[in-house]
C-alpha cells in the first residue's frame, strides 16, 4: 500500500515526478475496492474504462510535460444521484436499475475537467432518502470504523470510501443533513455549501429547493480544492448564484484569531448523548484556544425544523418523482393498462421510504391541506433563515453536534422512522436556510466511533467555514501527533 | 340522457348563454422554453429532445428569454397589466406524454392579468375582459396510428414537449356564439399583428378551450357549466356552442340538472361528448417551481419589449379610413393581416387614389384569391401590382375590362402585374381617333331609330351609342374620347 498517495497533493506531484502514473494510482484503488468493498459496500458500479481513459490523458500530459491541472490522477468516486454519460446510474433504487444516463452532472464535468479519475458510483439511501443508508435497494453500506454498524446517510456510500481508502474523495449529495450527518459517523470531512454554490444540473432531484452537492474528503484542505473545483455559476441550473469563486484553499492559512464562533443551546438539547456533548464541547473550547471568541447565540424556531423539512422536502419530492411512471426510462412493470402500467411499476420500482414519502408529499399539496402544510412550512423556514441571519449579525460561524449520536448498528432505527428522521435534527436547518455547513472529526466515543463537530457559517461564506475548519483540524492534529 | 333536441325560440328566449375562452397561443420562439431544443414542426419523432425536455433525472429548466418577451409583447396586445415579478408552478398529472409527470405553468402570480379586447357587436363595441395571460410549456403528443404495432400500442412524440406557450384565458364576459366568434377573430387578429405566433390551427399553434352555461335571464349566478375541448377552428366552435346551449337548455326544460363536466366536439356529428364519464375536479397540487427563480419583468425590459409593439389593428383602422378616405369594409380587408397593410401603406403613400387601391382590393384581387385557393400571401400580385393597375386606370391608359384581362393573366401565369403589363407591351386603351369615328359612324348609320330619340332631346342615348362603340371595339376604346367623338357628331 502506498499510503503516502493518499492524499491530493502528494499523489498529484508524484504524477508530476512521474514517480508513479495515475492509471497505476487508480489500479491500485481498484485494487483496494476489490479487496475492502466486500465488507463495505460502498460501490454500486464501477466505471474502469472511463477511470482509465482519463487516467491515460494525465499521464500523457505528465509525460509531455504539460502543467498538470489541480485534481490531475485524483481518484473519486461519485454518489449514485449523479448522473454519468453511458455509466448506470440507479439513485439507489430498483426503478432506475437499467438506466444509463446520456449526460453528466455539472460537478461530474469539472471534475474531470480539473483532472480528477472518476473510480465509479457509490451506494446511498434510495432517492436520498434516508440517514443509515439502510434504504438502498441494492445493499446496505457498513462503517468502516465498525462494520456493525451503520455509515450514516443518504451519503453512505460516499462518506464510507473515503474512511476506507478507497477514494480519496468523493461527491455526495445532502438535502437534510446527508452529507454531513454519514461524515460524522465515519470520520471524515464533509462539506454541504451555500444552496446556489454548487450547480445542482445533473443532481437527480429529491427535494429541489433543499438538495445540495458537496465534497468529502479526509481534510479540510481537500474539501476546500474540491469545492473550489465545482463551485460557480453554471447557466444549466437557474438557482446556482452568479457569486464569484474565491480561492478556498489559499483562503484556508488566512489566521482565525479574532473570528466569534457562536455556540446556539438549542443545538446541545434533550437527546444529545454526553460523549457527542464532551467532544464537540472540547472542540469549542479548543477554537477558544485557536483565538477565537466563544459567543453564545440563539436559534429559536430550531424545534419546529424536522416538521418543517419533512413537509417541504416531501412535497416537493412527491413532484420530482412523477417522472418514474415506466413510460420512457428505467423499470417498467408488465401491465396491460395505463393505470395498471403507472401503479405496478411505482409499486414494486420504489422501495418503502420513498413511497411512505411521496405519500406524505402528495397529502401535504393537496387541496385544501396546501395552507396547512405546505405554505406554513414555507413560512416556518423563513423564521429559520431569519433565526441564521440574526445569529450572524453577531457571529462569524456557529459550531454544534453533527449529530445527536454516533453510529447506530444496522437494524436498529430501520423500523421507527420517526427516530431515524431526528438524527437530522442538528443538519436539516443549514438545508432550510441555504446557509454552508461542514463536519469536521473531533474525537471518539469510548466505543471507538467517531464524532463530529458541525460548523455553519453566512451564506456563500465557505471560505471562513472552511478556515475554521482547517485550523481546528490542524490543531487537533498537532496535539494528536504532539 | 338529454339530447340536444329542437329548443323553441321561445324558450331559448327565456336563457342567457355565459361563454368564457381559454386560448393557448403556441409562441414563434427558436427553441424551447426551457432548453435550446428546436421548436420546427413536422421533424421526425422525437428529434427535437434533449435531457431537459425528456424529462431526465437530474435535468433542469433555464427559462427562454425570447418566450418571456413574446408573452409579454402578446399581453400588451391585449391590454393587460403586466406583472414585475411573476412565478412558475408545477402542475402535476400523470400522462404519458408529460414526460416530468408535471406541467411547468404559472398559477397565482401570471405574467400578466386584467386585459380586455373590443369586440363589435350589433353596431356597437363590447369590451371583453381577460383574466390573465400565463406561460407554460407543452406536452408532447400521443400517437396512435402511423407506426409498425399502432393496433396494440401508443407512441409518443415529444418533440412538442416544452415549446412555449401563452394561455390567454378570458372572463365569462360573453353571451352568445356569435360574441365569441368575434372574441377569438379579434384575439387572433391581435396576436398576428403582434408576430408572436402564427395562429395555426391546423398544426396546434392556437387551441381554444370553451367554458359555456347557460342561465335564466334576469338570473345573476351562473348556471353549471361545461368545458368544451377539442375543437380546431372557429367555426366549429360557434357550432359547439350553439349545441351546447341547445343541449344545456334541453336538460334545464326537463327539469334536470347540468353536470360539470368536459365534453369533446364531434365536428362530423356536429354534437359534443362528455369527454371522462366521472369528471371529477382534478387536485393539480400546484406548488412554486423550485427549479426557477421567480421572473422579474421591470420596468425597463417592459419598456424595451413595448418598443416592439405594432399600432394595433382598431387603431390602425380608424387612422387607415382618415388618411386614406377608405370605407371600414375596406379597412377591414385592408388590415386582415399586418404585412398586408403594411403593404397597402406603403404604395397608398404615393398613390394618386388610395381608394382606388382599396376598391381593387376588394372587388378584383380577393375573389380572384379565392377562386383560386390561395391566401393572401401568396397572391400573384403584390400590392405594388395592384397600385400600378390603380394608377394606369386613373390615367385613362387602360380600361377597366383590360384591368380585368390583365389581372387573370396574372393569376393564370402566377406574376405580378406589372411583369403581365410589360409581357404584353404596355397596352393601352385606343386612342386612335380615326378608326373610331369610323366606328361610330357605323354605329349612327346602324341604329336610327335611336338617333332620332338623341336627337329629340333625349341626351341619355349616348349612353347606348358609347355601349355600342366600346362593344365593338372589343373594350380597347378610351370610353371618354368615345363620348366625345359620339357627341361631336350626334350634335352635328
Redesign the interface.
Known sequence: MMTSLHSIDSLRNAIREERTTAIAVASEYYQRIQNYDGEVGAFLTLCEERAMKQAGLIDQMAAEGQPLPPLAGVPIAIKDVMVTAGVRTTAGSRILDNFIPPYDCSAVTRLEAAGAVILGKLNCDEFAMGSSNENSAYRPVHNPRDKTRVPGGSSGGSAAAVAAGMAIATLGSDTGGSIRQPASFCGVVGLKPTYGRVSRYGLIAFASSLDHIGPFANTVEEVALLLRTIAGRDPMDSTSADVAVPDYVAELVKPVKGLRVGVAKEYFAEGLSPEVRTAVEAAIQELAKLGCEIIPVSLPHTEYAISTYYIIATGEASSNLARYDGARYGFRAKSSTLSEMYRKTRDAGFGAEVKRRIMLGTYALSAGYYDAYYLKAQKVRTLIARDFKEAFRWVDVIASPTCPTTAFRLGEKSNDPMAMYLADIYTVTANLAGVPGISVPCGESSEKLPIGLQLFARHFDEATLLRVAHAYQQAKSRLQHG | MATASAVSPEVRAKYEPVIGLEVHVQLLTESKIFCSCSTRFGSPPNSNVC?VC??????????NKKAVEFAVLAAMGIQCRINEVSVFA?K?Y?Y?DL????QISQYDKPIAEHGFIEIAIDGGLKKIGITRLHLEEDAGKSLHEGFADAASKTA?DLNRAGVALAEIVSEPDMRSPAEAYEYLTRLKEIILYTGVSDCNMEEGSLRCDANISVRLRGESKFGTKTEIKNVNSFRFIKQALEYEIERQIGILESGETITQETRLYNATEGKTYAMRSKEKAH?Y???PE????PLVVDEKWQADIRGGLPELPEARRSRMIQEYGITVGDAHTLTLTRAMADQFESVAAKSKNPKRIANLVQGELLGRLKAAGLELEESPISMAGVAASADLVEAGTISGKMLKDLYDLSFERKLDFEVVYEAEGRPEQSRDTASLETLADEVIAANPKQVEQYRAGKKTMIGFFVGQVMKASKGQANPQLVNEVLTKKLEA
Open positions: 435531457p425528456l424529462g431526465l433525472p437530474g435535468a433542469l429548466p433555464v427559462l408545477r402535476n400523470f404519458p414526460p416530468k409527470g408535471y409518443i387536485d397540487r400546484y406548488f423550485p427549479d426557477l427563480l
